[in-house]
């Protein structure tokens, strides 16, 4: 570790103690071989999760036992109620629906079932909000217990979809107290009273103690992220959510919530939700990049753009994604279209991954992301000599050097709308590292890295199934002179395809645009969004970056 603090300082000596902090947040780097089973991939295994979806608790439209249920249903190991903070006007209640939406049928409103509703009065359709905090302390998250005991062999977390202030929406969770012997959800209630830019109750939750921040825009933001960091670092997450959906989000900004949250806010929801809605993921013109490229945001999708800026400094910035299940009009079930998958270390031998180990995983970054099952297994590692790292950590090695990637995957047969799987090609991209950018240099700003590319494309040609099912692929680079970081990029869709494609193969926009996707409004007329999603599916991983000494 101390090998790893010098380099660090090395990179950039004026952030060279929040680079040292940094490196903390990796699972484990440049492993040797033998011990590549033993501290960092021993007792670990993949689970799959969704950490950002809707009840009618908020603006969903079906009850929070029909979501559980559907959850379970579509195989997610863990998942988290994640929903808008402020005050609404409904509850969750309500039976398991098959796929029909609930109507309010079930649902009531609060002002009209024997509650006592905490806090000022606000109004809403002629009823009486409940402000998040008490809703999610006393009555989601018992809904959440319940569903524990109806899926034992599931990890179920209560979270939140903050309003970030100064920006949009951003999904959270505290776990501390939700798994004690007296559970509870105090500290994300908490949370949401102090920071949520949508709650302006002034008394409920003064009345528990809590003092609400008087700050306001993007320092409002970043006292959160803070907050978070001093009080709970080891036991929550700050992730961004559909960050280019509403232009309110600049690369600046996510330096500055990892700056001050470094264990908390580490990665961003640039896969969005909603990915069978007319303008898919939500995004509109008023979008950063004006829609998603296939299924992803712009942050992501372009290659050399606002991610790889991030990754260019070696910052722990990774990707995620989420159903943001509302409705079936828009969205699919959590589980059915999106994945993220996330290798999960039982760090206490005790046979159980817990939901501390979880959040572990998350912030590891050792996690990939898919649609529509297009892999269900992933291998990625740089090996140089007997050192050894997978996605989320650093492979420390000679200047000069030969680096050996090694890519494996799988894919099932069918997925989940019953379509052959099969992986048209996959892109090995990679940037340079050259250190943290200082909050005082004009380059803060900077949302490009000019040195990132794809180096390889590797189509079916490169591979072959082995007996196991496993597909293997192979990149030597010789005389490794940088710092760099490696990432993929996979599709089932072939380069140069009508609308979905350039010539390279990288993805084009979602959606008719005169200057982007010329010619394409027939193509996208004549597709149910549902059937484009299915047919257009990516997968992502995170980066494993290589230091030279």
Known sequence: MELLKKVRKMLNTKMSSLIMVGTMLFACSSVSIADAEKPCLKNGKWM????????TYTDGSNPLATVMNKNHEFGLDWWANSEHGGGFIRDGYGPILTDAFD?????RFWDEIPVTILGDVSMSDGHQKMWRWQSIRDYSFPDVLEAREMYPEKMIIQGLEWNMPGHEHCSTAIITGQFSDDPNADAMAEFEFKFDNSDTDMTGGAAQGWIK????????AKEAAAWMQANHPSMSWLVPAHPERRSTYVINHFRDLNNA???VAFGFESIPGHQKESTRGSYGTGAVGKGTYGGAGIFVAKVGGLWDALLGEGRNWWLFASSDFHDLDGDFWPGEYQKTWTFVVDENGDGVRSAQEIVSGLRSGNLYIVHGDLINALDFHAQSRSNFATMGQELIMDKGGNLKIKIRFKSPMLNNNNDPVIVDHIDLIAGEVTGFVPSDSPDYTKAVNETTRVIRT???????????GWYTLVYHMKNTEKNMYFRLRGTNVAPNTLCETDSDGNPLIDRADAELNPNCE???TAHDKADEAW?????????????VQ
């Open 261 to 263: 949250a470094p264990d």
């Open 213 to 220: 921040s008087i700050l306001s825009g993007h320092d409002k």
């Open 103 to 107: 109507t309010g049928e079930y649902a």
């Open 48 to 55: 799959t999760g969704d950490f950002h979806q809707h009840t």
């Open 458 to 468: 590797f189509t079916s040609k490169d591979w072959e199934m082995d007996e196991d």
């Open 535 to 547: 047919r257009d599916l990516w997968f992502y991983s995170n980066p494993i970056f290589v230091t």
């Open 522 to 524: 027939a193509f996208f």
